[in-house]
């Protein structure tokens, strides 16, 4: 069994499936951020590797279950231990900001504004499957993601929106909100049979 598989088999068995679904989602995003960042030369040498940031996103709500729900972010590590797995600093680091408001740590590295800012996306994505027929993330297109975001504030109302938006801060992300949801949707197209989508 690989590396990935054994984190995989652990969020599988103690994730409620939308949250599981949910993490797929964040890690392949992860993973795509991470080449558009590299391919443009942006990586800083104090950067995570690349299976850092999709690790990351994988497991980053691994606690947010079971006994373990009323305290999320803060047991990622006891989760993880029930079966036997364990996490670098960089990647318990990069877990415990994407909810600086309960962990006081906050992003500094283009792997921590990328998981602060696409965590709340991913679900709009979703979301926006979710309106057509055929409920198939190939059918969603960028603009009408764009639009649900920016002109339709009661559509997946629970996004938060202010977070996703600080995609484009110049000392975070750099990437206009355009380019971050284009390369989100088009992480969560390629994963689509394993989301349900
Ligand atoms: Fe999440």
Wanted: charged fraction near 25%.
């Amino acid at each position: 069994m690989d590396n990935r598989q054994k984190y995989l088999e652990a969020i599988k068995a103690q994730l409620e499936p939308n949250i599981f679904k949910h993490s797929l989602a964040v890690e392949t995003c992860m993973g795509a951020l991470y080449d558009y960042f590299q391919s443009q030369n942006l990586l800083d040498l104090n950067e995570p590797k690349r299976n850092e940031w999709t690790l990351a996103g994988l497991i980053h709500d691994i606690d947010y279950s079971q006994e373990f729900k009323s305290t999320h972010p803060a047991k990622t590590k006891e989760a993880l231990s029930k079966y036997n797995l364990t996490i670098s600093e960089a990647i318990d680091h990069i877990v415990k900001v994407h909810v600086p408001n309960l962990t006081g740590v906050k992003p500094t590295t283009k792997a921590d504004w990328s998981i602060f800012c696409v965590d709340s996306l991913t679900g709009l994505i979703v979301a926006a499957a979710l309106v057509y027929p055929s409920k198939k993330l190939a059918d969603v297109k960028l603009s009408s993601v764009l639009k649900r975001f920016l002109k339709e504030p009661k559509f997946a109302a629970g996004t938060r929106r202010t977070d996703v938006a600080l995609c484009s801060q110049a000392d975070g992300l750099n990437l206009p909100l355009e380019k971050f949801v284009e390369i989100s949707l088009s992480a969560m197209q390629k994963i689509a049979p394993e989301i349900g989508l």
